[in-house]
């Protein structure tokens, strides 16, 4: 923590202060004076050099990991040149898995711009699936080991490239990268969901409960929402998956549960869920498209007449749920498969995989780089988020008078703040 020179002077001022009330000689008081401003320009002189240090590291810091990405997103372009050499002329393996060889050299930062997990979550994911993605050898194949397995995987969900591509990357077939990513993303599926996703409970839930009373929104557990992935059109019934702006997805949500068409409500959505059977004897928050129960949450109407305390309330709501387009936004800066349209028929286990790996590197404690906070659209141009429409499926009677009742406590609890 930096020193403030104010405290840092309050001991000279202390010693002086008794001294200066008395009646001293204008020569002394000039004295005094000056060793009191001299003391102040040497104290700020050295907080302006440790300002000026920490921008030094922080720069430096910024440098080194943009040097990171440079150099091995280099010698990814350079493996697969060669390695596209050597399947024109003579086919090589051992050549092909140049890339796979050089990423186990890298070092963290090297690493983690590569596959968008630091090598430790790396490391506990293979540990948790390995054995289960793991193939048997037999005399005539030398089945990939599971750690090239996770990372062929790692390396579309991260970025979403061709097939092709990443066959010349890894030295393995063009099929036998689609045939890995989906054996990769069922088994963390099977595996993993109810173990990393789940409605908070014991440390977790206390943790939640404070970080939302710090938002002056108290005893809440949770806030939902909905956003769309776009999607590869369905040979049947495709007007089902259109959504509002027109471009096809499927709809993920919170809970999580993905794979509703681009068309339906929050409301479904919510429906089609196994959230509202887990989560009676929880508070959650969501937005104006969800219907209003007792567990669940919401603003009042921008059409009603309300009171001040009214659009207090609602307003503080608004502000817990921002952290559920902070969370989307995360998720599709580190997975950006999401931002481009995955086939139909894999959408659904894709984007719960993702999901998985999220909650996986938020208690990994494996941070979001900004440089992949990028603007949430998906990368064919689709367009932005549809905007949702209000529930027309209100639920009256205890749910609003809780809501009222909430409202009320809030008030006497924070003040007209």
Not at 36 to 51: D, G, H
Not at 120 to 147: C, M, N, W, Y
Not at 282 to 301: A, R
Request: net charge positive.
């Amino acid at each position: 923590m930096e020193s403030n020179p104010t405290n840092e002077l309050a001991p000279l001022l202390a010693l002086i202060g008794p001294v200066l009330s008395s009646t001293l000689p204008a020569e002394f008081e000039l004295q005094l004076f000056e060793q009191v401003r001299l003391k102040t320009s040497l104290l700020l002189r050295r907080r302006r050099l440790r300002e000026q240090r920490e921008r030094q590291r922080r720069t430096r810091q910024y440098l080194r990991r943009r040097r990171a990405f440079l150099l091995s997103s280099l010698a990814a372009a350079l493996s697969l040149l060669s390695a596209t050499d050597t399947q024109t002329v003579v086919p090589n393996p051992k050549r092909r898995q140049n890339f796979w060889t050089m990423a186990q050299r890298f070092n963290d930062d090297e690493f983690k711009s590569q596959f968008h997990v630091s090598r430790s979550t790396f490391d506990h994911l293979l540990q948790l699936i390995g054995p289960a993605i793991k193939r048997k050898e037999t005399t005539s194949v030398v089945p990939i080991e599971p750690g090239r397995r996770l990372a062929i995987t790692l390396w579309w969900l991260a970025r979403s490239g061709e097939y092709r591509g990443i066959s010349g990357f890894f030295g393995v077939g063009v099929g036998t990268v689609c045939s890995i990513i989906r054996q990769v993303c069922t088994t963390i599926v099977e595996r993993l969901l109810h173990r990393f996703v789940s409605l908070p409970s014991d440390q977790q839930l206390d943790e939640t409960l404070q970080a939302f009373k710090d938002r002056c929104y108290p005893q809440c557990a949770g806030a939902i929402g909905v956003t769309h992935i776009p999607v590869t059109a369905t040979r049947k019934n495709p007007e089902q998956y259109l959504n509002k702006n027109g471009w096809h997805s499927v709809i993920l949500f919170t809970d999580v549960h993905a794979g509703c068409p681009g068309s339906s409500s929050s409301t479904t959505v919510l429906s089609s869920s196994s959230l509202s059977m887990k989560a009676v004897e929880i508070h959650l928050i969501g937005d104006v498209s969800f219907p209003l129960k007792p567990w669940l949450m919401k603003g009042y109407s921008s059409e009603e007449q309300l009171t001040s305390e009214q659009r207090r309330f609602s307003f503080t709501l608004s502000s817990g749920l921002s952290v559920v387009d902070a969370a989307f936004a995360c998720l599709r800066g580190r997975w950006r498969c999401l931002l481009k349209k995955v086939d139909m028929d894999m959408a659904p286990k894709i984007i719960t995989t993702c999901c998985i790996l999220h909650n996986i590197c938020e208690v990994q404690g494996d941070h979001f780089l900004p440089e992949w906070n990028t603007e949430v659209r998906p990368l064919d141009g689709s367009g932005r988020q549809p905007d949702m429409d209000p529930s027309v499926s209100e639920s009256y009677g205890t749910a609003e008078a809780m809501r009222d009742t909430i409202q009320e406590v809030r008030v006497h609890v924070f003040g007209q703040s």
